[in-house]
């Protein structure tokens, strides 16, 4: 099938590649030119485990080619799909200009039948609003379908090529069949490609997110409330999530939730629901809740330094929202980075991919070093802020002795409390004991 995918990010992207890989000719369409150039030189532009082989071999094949001429997408694709920015508008609603901006031209440019794919995470009516601003200029037939993506950064093309369901919200079944026939590859072991109204399946994403979202903030207050009674969330953890009902996933307390999509999508479902006179009571705390987590460590670490952190250094692991990203969108390290940078305090970093998005974002403010264990030279204490493999079984004497102070403020609890009490260090997570030396 001919395929065109407009905004080629990290949806995009993975979309456009993962499609070329089951036998599509894909268009790829971006408006930045710098990255459009990146990208026909063979470069990929974000750090995404496994993209850079299917990319590689899809563009050697022939079947995945960039553009910035969204004409040439238009022109080339019977199925477009719109992988655009929704970004947290000033009242934290979803911004939809990019979707509706797109959406206004396509009607100029489309000489046949099309369908138009919402890929971006959008409040309900949106498809509604895409086929009006299209048929303003529409010169022939086409259909807008929603198919929201539910991957995960990190682990996107995984998530792309064996997706747990598919959802496709559409009311033609002229689109439908298309959809199916597309997806039919990535569908092999059993999973479902649901298929529902345009206004459920751009629910359906929201709710999800907002879920999940909930899930780890109900996670953290029972990981601060542990704090206060000297129960161990580690073991709460386990204890609830071998319940089937519960799960065992997403159920990690830690420095609250970042990244590009959990803290935007769920401010926008909540404004969502206020424009349609309903109050999401539920997602007002959990917006507060994370909020206050992402600076959980905070207090901790002031308390440690007698409220003095005037010239004192601190080391920090791991700057992404996540492992396997470099993502830096809302991450929470740079809450606490610039907490810490308020009170006077020197940070040094050291990310795995993360390093040149931060280095762009605070301008010489930030030292950064090479390798985890150069970080702590010179530094008081060390702050792990994400949870990077290379992290989990440090050389305990390698950080003691490059330290001024033995202590670790873990903010995505990486070691077992047993084991650090083994180290002559001190250790403060998150809904464990401290261990003070
Ligand atoms: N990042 C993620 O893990 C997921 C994101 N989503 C949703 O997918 C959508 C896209 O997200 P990302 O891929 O993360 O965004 P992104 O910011 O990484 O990529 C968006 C791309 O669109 C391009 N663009 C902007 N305006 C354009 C235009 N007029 N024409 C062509 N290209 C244009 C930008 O240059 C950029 O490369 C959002 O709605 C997001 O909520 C959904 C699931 C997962
Ligand atoms: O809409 C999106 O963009 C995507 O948002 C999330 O994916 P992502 O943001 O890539 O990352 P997650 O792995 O979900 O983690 C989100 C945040 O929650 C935090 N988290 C996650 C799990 C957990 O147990 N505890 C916890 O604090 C992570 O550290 C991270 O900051 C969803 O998991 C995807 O299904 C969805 O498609």
Request: glycine share 8%.
């Amino acid at each position: 099938m001919k395929i065109s995918v407009i905004g080629t990010g990290y949806v995009g992207l993975v979309t456009g590649t993962c499609l070329a890989e089951t036998g599509n000719e894909v268009v790829c369409v971006d408006i930045n030119e710098q990255k459009v150039q990146k990208m026909r030189n063979g470069e990929v532009p974000i750090y995404e485990p496994h993209l850079d082989v299917l990319f590689d071999r899809n563009i050697k094949a022939g079947r995945l080619i960039f553009s910035t001429s969204l004409k040439e997408g238009l022109e080339h694709g019977e199925v477009i799909f719109l992988a655009l920015p929704t970004p947290e508008d000033e009242d934290g609603s979803a911004d939809l200009s990019y979707v509706l901006g797109v959406a206004e031209n396509i009607g100029n440019i489309i000489t046949d039948y099309k369908v138009i794919v919402g890929k971006s995470t959008v409040p309900v009516g949106t498809a509604e609003k895409v086929r009006e601003a299209i048929s303003k200029n529409a010169k022939s037939t086409f259909d807008v379908v929603s198919n929201p993506e539910f991957l995960r950064e990190g682990f996107a093309v995984d998530d792309f090529l064996k997706p747990e369901r598919i959802v496709i919200g559409s009311s033609s079944q002229r689109a439908t069949e298309l959809m199916e026939k597309l997806y039919k590859p990535f569908v092999r072991s059993g999973n479902p490609i649901i298929v529902m109204d345009e206004k459920s399946a751009e629910l359906t994403k929201y709710a999800a997110n907002a879920f999940l979202a909930t899930k780890i903030t109900f996670m953290n207050e029972i990981a601060n409330y542990c704090e206060k009674v000297g129960a161990d969330v580690d073991k709460v953890r386990i204890g609830m999530g071998t319940d089937s009902r519960i799960g065992k996933r997403f159920l990690f307390p830690g420095i609250g939730y970042g990244g590009s999509c959990f803290p935007k999508d769920v401010k926008a479902l909540h404004k969502s629901g206020k424009d349609s006179q309903y109050e999401f009571k539920i997602l007002d705390s959990v917006i507060k809740v994370n909020d206050n987590q992402k600076i959980i460590l905070f207090p901790k670490i002031k308390n440690y330094f007698n409220n003095d952190l005037q010239n004192k250094t601190f080391a920090i692991w791991g700057l992404a929202f996540k492992p396997e990203t470099d993502d830096i969108r809302e991450a929470p390290s740079l809450y606490l980075i610039d907490k810490l940078l308020t009170e006077g305090a020197n940070i040094k970093a050291f990310d795995p991919e993360a390093m040149d998005n931060v280095a762009r974002k605070y301008q010489g403010k930030i030292q950064f070093s090479k390798t985890m264990y150069d970080v702590l030279e010179n530094a008081d204490a060390l702050i792990i802020c994400t949870e990077w493999s290379i992290f989990r079984t440090p050389d305990f004497n390698k950080i003691k002795y490059s330290l001024r102070k033995n202590v670790i403020f873990d903010g995505r609890n990486l070691y077992d409390i047993s084991d650090v009490e083994k180290e002559d260090i001190s250790y403060f997570s998150i809904g464990r004991k401290d261990i003070k030396i």
